[in-house]
């Protein structure tokens, strides 16, 4: 944490000097942002940006459902966006526009509803817009550099812009969105589809997340990305780290790319058990496991 407090611009939405992010993110772990703000709309956000001190750091979170947030917490800003950014609408074209904030299963069911094929996969990723197209989110085949075609941010600077999706630089769970850059708002394209051919994909979608991911649990979703020719839960498996546990923090048995937090758990057994499962996977195939999980913040 710094040692000074910062020094903030005005906001007319809400601001919170040692804001809980332990409250809402999937783990239910890890210390306070310094800051964290919650701006009333697009224009709010920008105004506070450009006149925050540029040195500060600025993180965007959504639901935290891919993130592990140290126990020292986040120094600098982080923005959390308002329920007035979720809004949701279809526009000509096969196009669904949605805020930041909305999640995934809104974006795929206005779709649905609509009548727009190739959005189904957004039912089974429990995040933000802004996460999955930071995140370049996907399942079942499809990424979210499929559906996109234009993003607007408002960048570190305060300067509010739209952007193609090919200006992101998407390869498998990565973009290069600059920095400190909030999605305030996507625009993604679909094609023409049979309403109930969709929901039943949907459908399918939800009972298979049921039947294989602890859904219920503290978790950050996959922990690991794929490797290319492997898949990360296989190799985890392999190594033997099905079930292994560090405090309360446990290696699902259902799903061995996920961790849990089984109740007391703070970040670090967590961060830990994931370092634990990376040397074991090493030892046994060879392969050095990357974090798709984001780990924000510092340690305690
Ligand atoms: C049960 C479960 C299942 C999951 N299944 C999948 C899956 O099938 N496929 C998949 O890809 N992921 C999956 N995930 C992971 C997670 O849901 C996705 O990565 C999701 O896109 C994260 O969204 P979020 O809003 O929670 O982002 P967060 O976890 O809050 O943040 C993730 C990253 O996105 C950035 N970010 C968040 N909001 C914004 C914004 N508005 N502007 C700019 N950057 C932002 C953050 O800074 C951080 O770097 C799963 C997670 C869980 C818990």
Redo the contacts with the bound molecule.
């Keep these: 944490m710094m040692a000074d407090a910062l020094a903030l611009p005005p906001l007319r939405g809400t601001l919170e000097r040692g804001g809980s992010l332990a409250d809402f993110i ?1 783990f239910r772990t890890g210390g306070p942002a310094e800051v964290l703000v919650r701006p009333a709309d697009v224009e709010d956000l920008a105004a506070f940006l450009k006149e925050l001190d540029p040195s500060v750091p600025v ?9 592990i947030v140290r126990d020292g917490g986040v120094p600098g800003v982080v923005v959390r ?1 308002p329920k007035a950014m979720q809004k949701v609408s279809v526009e000509p074209g096969n196009r669904v526009r949605a805020g ?1 904030a909305a999640m995934g299963i809104s974006v795929a069911s206005a779709a649905r509803d609509a009548g727009i094929a190739g959005l189904e996969f957004l039912r ?5 817009v ?3 197209v ?2 370049n ?3 079942y085949g499809r990424d979210t550099s499929d559906i996109l075609v234009e993003v607007t941010v408002v960048l570190r600077n305060g300067s509010v812009e739209t952007w193609p999706a090919g200006r992101l630089g998407y390869s498998y ?1 990565h973009s290069e ?1 600059p920095q400190g ?3 305030v708002e996507a625009l993604f394209e679909g094609t023409p589809g049979d309403p109930a051919a969709i929901g039943a994909e949907m459908d399918r979608i939800a009972a298979e997340r049921e039947a294989s ?1 602890p ?1 219920r649990s503290r ?4 922990t690991f990305k794929n490797p290319d020719g492997h898949k990360a839960w296989e190799l985890v498996d392999r190594a033997g780290c099905r079930g292994l546990r560090r405090g309360d923090a446990q290696v699902s048995e259902k799903h061995c790319n996920f961790l849990l937090n089984l109740g007391e758990a703070n970040s670090a057994d967590i961060e830990q058990l994931g370092e634990d499962v990376r040397r074991r996977v090493k030892a046994d195939s060879g392969v050095d496991l990357e974090w798709e999980i ?1 780990r924000i913040g510092v340690a305690k």
């Design positions: 999937w993180l965007p979170v959504g639901v935290g459902s891919n993130l966006l930041g089974g990723i429990p995040g933000t802004g996460g999955a930071r995140m989110a996907g399942a769970r969105l850059a909030v999605v991911q859904l978790t950050g979703g996959s984001q």
